[in-house]
């Protein structure tokens, strides 16, 4: 009988995408949502049970993720989240996009106002690192 349910949800999950960092934070955001909407609501203002209600859109959209058979979509998303946190993490460099091709380009932190040339198109403009 075991044996019939284990190569069910193997059936079941095969192709599916499964979790990964975006997954991970958006379940550690309704977690947070969670415990803020209980606490508010117990032992500050009512109106923050509110927080319980929010807690279900980021829980959703994980459990939505986690099953999909799109795996190209997911990861297309994971890899704009964990871009996007790279650059808030980065403490050696800067990053500045291009005025006209608006090519994404990095310079080294603290060397003051500086002229940067595009790599891609070769315009040249000034930026505050």
């Given at each position: 009988m075991f044996q019939k349910m284990g190569d069910g949800l193997r059936r079941f999950f095969s192709g599916r995408y499964g979790t990964d960092?975006?997954?991970q934070t958006l379940l550690i955001t309704a977690i947070a949502f969670l415990l803020l909407g209980w606490?508010?609501?117990?032992?500050?203002?009512?109106?923050?049970?509110i927080f319980n209600v929010?807690?279900?859109?980021?829980?959703?959209?994980?459990?939505?993720?986690?099953?999909?058979?799109?795996?190209?979509a997911r990861r297309r998303e994971n890899a704009a989240f964990l871009r996007f946190f790279s650059h808030l993490r980065d403490k050696?460099?800067?990053y500045f996009?291009?005025?006209?091709?608006?090519q994404t380009v990095r310079v080294p932190?603290?060397?003051g106002?500086?002229?940067?040339?595009c790599p891609k198109c070769g315009e040249r403009f000034i930026r505050n690192t």
């Open positions: 960092r975006l997954n606490l508010g609501g117990k032992y500050l203002a009512s109106w923050l049970g929010l807690a279900y859109v980021p829980l959703v959209w994980c459990i939505f993720r986690m099953y999909s058979r799109n795996m190209e050696e460099y800067r996009r291009c005025p006209k091709c608006r932190r603290g060397k106002k500086i002229s940067i040339r």
